[in-house]
């Protein structure tokens, strides 16, 4: 009798009553993970950094998503850019660590110099000793490579690949249902962003937080005033999931002094808040007086670094009377993200058991997980079909 192939992915795209998760291979399988980071990252729009990782013009840091060597950059008249971080001539890797660029950036190579706008200014000695051009050396057309870029909540967000749709279309309901929130808001590098390394695969780390189900038992903290019945899920198709809770309390410290409140927000967010996974790989959360970003680097099959930052009103993040209230901030959503990792660990190790079927969801807990799963296996079935 012939064998039918049958589609590992397909139980997953089923509804949710009767679905299973992804299977093991999309958390075990490094050739799995080349694939998804083609077609889930590279495809997409994906987080690579903060704003606030160049607060001034002329910063530039070099970051990577995958292997893939970038260069975050504001040049002198304020814009972002992402660049691949390779010189044009024979590939060296142009910036090794944060700085301050006062006119071009100089390859430490032969010293091509280009401006902080991606161009080709200078090639010394390229036609000879002293000679510094040549006819078959087209400045123009050497620039440094530049991707698509978008600054959102304080988050940059690249498309590697080009190819996706505009990130306002791409993430237009999101932009939608957070209106309110689509305005500048201002980073602190020096006490409000930090790092987690977690010994699991990023997607996981996704999964973890669009449900809420997990909070009585892994924050006991955060359950005692904002407790499961006060949430409620949040799930868009193909593009964010996440969850909402309707008692956040601001932080208050022993001063009884508060954050101050980005203006002109809706009564709802008195006292609620959301958090939301944009696919792939970033996690926010919105309140009345700070937003925050986790930016997910997937770093092997198995191992995630999350940077974290939280964003304020423009005085809530430069005004030093409110130095010591932002790390608490900071300090409280750390201890929170902390009490995830024995978990987000735990299920990548689980993940190693051969008869692990993807799991059986909670039709009633589980919808938002659900809805990332479904993403994941459409856009890779979608991929493979093209
Ligand atoms: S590799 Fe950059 S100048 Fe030669
Ligand atoms: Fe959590």
Request: hydrophobic fraction near 40%; proline fraction near 6%.
């Given at each position: 009798?012939?064998?039918?192939?049958?589609d590992?992915?397909?139980?997953?795209?089923?509804?949710?009553?009767?679905?299973?998760?992804?299977?093991?291979?999309?958390?075990?399988?490094d050739?799995?993970?080349?694939?998804?980071?083609?077609?889930?990252?590279?495809?997409?729009?994906?987080?690579?950094?903060?704003?606030?990782?160049v607060?001034?013009?002329?910063?530039?840091?070099?970051?990577?998503?995958?292997?893939?060597?970038?260069?975050?950059?504001?040049?002198?008249?304020?814009?972002?850019?992402?660049?691949?971080?390779?010189?044009?001539?024979?590939?060296?890797?142009?910036?090794?660590?944060?700085?301050?660029?006062h006119?071009?950036?100089?390859?430490?190579?032969?010293?091509?110099c280009?401006?902080?706008?991606?161009?080709?200014?200078?090639?010394?000695?390229?036609?000879?000793?002293?000679?510094?051009?040549?006819?078959?050396?087209?400045?123009?057309?050497?620039?440094?490579?530049?991707?698509?870029?978008?600054?959102?909540?304080?988050?940059?967000?690249?498309n590697?690949?080009?190819?996706?749709?505009?990130?306002e279309?791409?993430?237009?309901?999101?932009?939608?249902?957070?209106?309110?929130?689509?305005?500048?808001?201002?980073?602190?590098?020096?006490?409000?962003?930090?790092?987690?390394?977690?010994?699991?695969?990023?997607?996981?780390?996704?999964?973890?937080?669009?449900?809420?189900?997990?909070?009585?038992?892994?924050?006991?903290?955060?359950?005692?005033?904002?407790?499961?019945?006060?949430?409620y899920?949040?799930?868009?198709?193909?593009?964010?999931?996440?969850?909402?809770s309707?008692?956040?309390?601001?932080?208050?410290?022993?001063?009884?002094?508060?954050?101050p409140?980005?203006?002109?927000?809706?009564?709802?967010?008195?006292?609620?808040?959301?958090?939301?996974?944009?696919?792939?790989?970033?996690?926010?959360?919105?309140?009345?007086?700070?937003?925050?970003?986790?930016?997910?680097?997937?770093?092997?099959?198995?191992?995630?670094?999350?940077?974290?930052?939280?964003?304020?009103?423009?005085?809530?993040?430069?005004?030093?009377?409110?130095?010591?209230?932002?790390?608490?901030?900071?300090?409280?959503?750390?201890?929170?993200?902390?009490?995830?990792?024995?978990?987000?660990?735990?299920?990548?190790?689980?993940?190693?058991?051969?008869?692990?079927?993807?799991?059986?969801?909670?039709?009633?807990?589980?919808?938002?997980?659900?809805?990332?799963?479904?993403?994941?296996?459409?856009?890779?079935?979608?991929?493979?079909?093209?």
């Amino acid at each position: 009798m012939p064998v039918t192939p049958t589609d590992p992915l397909a139980p997953v795209l089923r509804d949710i009553e009767s679905a299973h998760g992804l299977p093991n291979e999309h958390y075990t399988s490094d050739a799995v993970f080349r694939v998804e980071s083609q077609a889930l990252l590279f495809d997409n729009w994906s987080g690579v950094g903060f704003e606030c990782d160049v607060p001034n013009n002329g910063d530039v840091k070099p970051l990577s998503l995958l292997g893939v060597p970038l260069l975050l950059a504001r040049d002198h008249d304020g814009a972002i850019h992402v660049y691949q971080n390779t010189c044009r001539h024979r590939g060296m890797i142009l910036v090794q660590e944060p700085k301050k660029v006062h006119r071009v950036i100089r390859c430490p190579y032969h010293s091509w110099c280009y401006g902080l706008d991606g161009k080709l200014e200078a090639t010394p000695h390229v036609g000879g000793s002293g000679v510094d051009c040549h006819e078959s050396v087209d400045r123009d057309e050497l620039g440094l490579v530049e991707f698509p870029v978008v600054v959102w909540l304080g988050v940059v967000f690249v498309n590697i690949s080009g190819t996706a749709a505009p990130f306002e279309e791409y993430a237009s309901a999101l932009l939608e249902r957070w209106q309110e929130f689509d305005r500048p808001v201002f980073g602190n590098a020096a006490d409000s962003t930090f790092q987690l390394a977690v010994n699991t695969n990023w997607k996981l780390a996704v999964e973890n937080y669009c449900e809420s189900y997990h909070l009585p038992s892994i924050h006991p903290g955060l359950n005692s005033y904002s407790k499961l019945e006060d949430h409620y899920h949040i799930e868009h198709a193909g593009h964010f999931s996440g969850q909402g809770s309707e008692v956040y309390r601001q932080l208050v410290n022993d001063q009884q002094q508060v954050l101050p409140d980005f203006d002109a927000l809706a009564e709802k967010w008195n006292t609620g808040a959301e958090y939301i996974a944009l696919f792939p790989n970033v996690l926010l959360g919105v309140h009345r007086d700070h937003t925050f970003a986790l930016v997910l680097e997937p770093v092997a099959t198995d191992r995630t670094i999350e940077h974290v930052a939280l964003f304020y009103t423009e005085e809530g993040a430069a005004d030093p009377q409110y130095q010591s209230i932002r790390a608490e901030n900071a300090q409280l959503w750390k201890g929170v993200f902390e009490e995830d990792i024995g978990v987000v660990e735990g299920m990548q190790a689980g993940r190693h058991g051969p008869r692990f079927d993807g799991g059986k969801f909670s039709a009633v807990m589980d919808g938002p997980t659900h809805v990332f799963h479904q993403w994941v296996a459409s856009t890779m079935q979608q991929f493979q079909a093209d």
